[in-house]
């Protein structure tokens, strides 16, 4: 039977003129536009290079599928990030290897960062001063004061920049133990695009998908805070995917909430002030500069009226150094014709 | 018989063992139409669609082999992709203001069934933006190769060979996927609508 007598159709050849005839008086889906995808697929691929590389460093048998699900416990019902029981506590036992890995076994000597800018002092284990320009070797730890700030570059360009009252081990290339404090990672720099940070702190492991972020720790938690890309935040039986501008709470029961921060929020002051200058002695344009600005205040950067063509042909000379961001984009615009206004989260250049 | 939920399945598997080529099919076919669900329901708001579709899918990549092959691999991803798009409204402080889902519209509802009660009737004309969205949501609920090869032959009037050509595919074989694509429009259009009215039939 091909059609109904309640005038409908179903299959057959009536079926599929009705189908011909039908779709031809219709629209056809909507467009998906290519950067939206090439951006998504970016983060996705990271995410899924990551969980994968876990399911292989910890043996897919602990991703056991007959896992009951009463073995969850309550905090299934509360947390909606968790990974079945079995592969959550293998990712567990990780983070802890890693966690109580001691400092002092690992292979050192080898540079693994440089002392790019500080303010106040910055500390070794063993209370030696460290200045600007200064190496740290691998498995050191270093310590800021109360009045202490300094920005690293790892040996791939990351730049990692201590708050105060921080105490920071450089475990490895690219891995950082948190043990107070807080430190922001930011990894546009970095020399190679698979350069990836990991920071171990006592409740929770983040690891950057490429993005902006901090870490801090306090005596019953950790928070991870993105201001821009992807983290991956693991803790105890959880994995969360923080995006651009939310927050990830980790408390020491394992527990997370999440929260919003703009990227452009005031919170992010201390990592913005202790930034490495941008350079401008090689003889770089001032849409780069520009970017950098923009980049270091969680701002997005919009050209209005083809102020973009003009800010590509400024080259730039003289020197910012020892200025903040902020700083250094008044003092750069007062020389140029282009003006700028900060706005609805926008660093807008223009032409007066 | 293989049937689409083992496809799924396997193609799950795939993904969650680290396979390069399986993970791109996955995100080739998931991603658009996982966007354009979002769009649906968010009056077509891009930036809304792009930051929820990659939360559900940065998400998924850790959970992939928690999708037991239940319901199509769709269903399973559209059913996590709801729940980041009420987290979505709850993060921003908003209330959720999701578009009224399209099947659920009495405009919609009024033209099929004034369009299935009497053919003759300039009911399908009065009606036309609310069959042309019919049919595009229809296409959006099916996997890419259907709908765009239905595309190509209904809308733009591709050949056959036409088609064969742009799915890489031999004459024979394209002919069998529309075949099969229009059986999947028909059954996902049951599956929104009901039965297809007769009034299609006989134009």
């Known amino acids: 039977m091909n059609e109904h007598s309640d005038n409908t159709v179903t299959t057959g050849r009536a079926g599929d003129d009705a189908v011909a005839t039908l779709i031809a008086r219709g629209r056809p889906r909507r467009s998906v536009p290519a950067g939206a995808r090439d951006r998504v697929h970016a983060a996705v691929r990271e995410a899924w290079q990551d969980a994968t590389r876990d399911q292989t460093a910890t043996g897919r048998r602990h991703a056991d599928r007959s896992e009951p699900r009463g073995r969850m416990g309550d905090r299934n019902r ?32 080898a540079p693994v960062a440089t002392v790019a800018v500080l303010t106040g002092e910055l500390q070794t284990a063993d209370g030696g001063s460290l200045n600007a ?89 950790t928070t991870v805070r993105v201001r821009e890309g992807v983290v991956s935040v693991s803790a105890d039986r959880l ?5 651009a501008g939310e927050t990830a709470r980790v408390d020491r029961s394992g527990d997370v909430r999440t929260d919003t921060v703009a990227p452009d929020d005031d919170s992010w002051q201390w990592a913005t002030d202790i930034a490495p200058p941008f350079d401008v002695t090689k003889g770089r344009s001032l849409d780069r500069f520009l970017a950098w600005s923009a980049r270091e205040l969680g701002l997005e950067l919009a050209y209005l009226e083809g102020a973009d063509g003009a800010a590509e042909a400024i080259t730039l000379s003289g020197d910012v150094a020892g200025m903040t961001p902020r700083d250094a984009l008044t003092a750069v615009m007062a020389t140029t014709a282009l003006d700028y206004r900060i706005e609805d989260g926008q660093l807008r250049v223009y032409r007066p | ?147 765009s090869a239905l595309e190509w032959k209904y809308m733009q009037g591709l050949s056959v060979a036409e088609i064969a050509e742009r799915l890489g595919l031999g004459e024979k074989a394209a002919e069998s996927v529309l075949t099969r694509a229009r059986k999947a429009f028909r059954d996902a259009f049951e599956s929104l609508w009901g039965t297809i009215p007769r009034l299609f039939a006989e134009n």
């Not at chain 1, 909606?80 to 000597?109: F, I, K, N, Y």
């Not at chain 1, 994995?239 to 995006?243: A, E, G, I, P």
């Open chain 1, 78 to 109: 509360v947390r909606r990030w968790m990974l079945p029981a079995a592969m959550a506590a293998s990712l567990a036992l990780v983070g802890l290897l890693v966690a109580r890995s001691p400092v002092d076994t690992l292979p050192s000597a």
């Open chain 2, 1 to 147: 018989m293989t049937t689409q939920i083992s496809i799924d399945r396997a193609l799950a598997i795939r993904v969650g063992r680290g396979d390069e080529k399986a993970f791109e099919e996955f995100f080739s076919e998931y991603f658009p139409r996982l966007f354009r669900f979002v769009l649906t329901r968010t009056d077509g708001d891009e930036a809304i669609a792009e930051e929820v579709v990659q939360r559900t899918l940065c998400n998924v990549m850790y959970r992939m082999d928690s999708y037991r092959g239940e319901a199509p691999l769709f269903t399973w991803l559209c059913t996590i992709c709801r729940n980041e798009l009420s987290a979505y409204f709850r993060k921003a402080g908003r209330e959720e203001q999701l578009s009224e889902p399209l099947e659920e519209s009495r405009e919609i509802q009024t033209a099929l069934e004034a369009a299935g009660r009497d053919p003759d009737d300039p009911v399908s004309e009065r009606y036309r933006d609310e069959i042309a969205d019919v049919v595009r949501v229809t296409l959006e609920e099916l996997p890419e190769n259907y709908a």
């Open chain 1, 133 to 221: 320009g200064a190496a740290i070797e691998t498995g050191a730890e270093v310590r800021t004061g109360p009045a202490g700030r300094a920005a690293l570059v790892l040996a791939d360009g990351i730049s990692v920049r201590l708050d105060r009252d921080t105490r920071l081990i450089l475990v490895a290339d690219e891995r950082l133990q948190l043990e107070t404090g807080a430190v922001y990672v930011d990894t546009d720099a970095a020399a190679t695009a698979d350069a990836r940070v990991t920071v171990v702190t006592p409740y929770a492991t983040a690891r950057d998908l490429g993005t902006q972020f901090d870490v801090r720790v306090a005596d019953d938690s």
């Open chain 1, 239 to 243: 994995r969360h995917v923080s995006n």
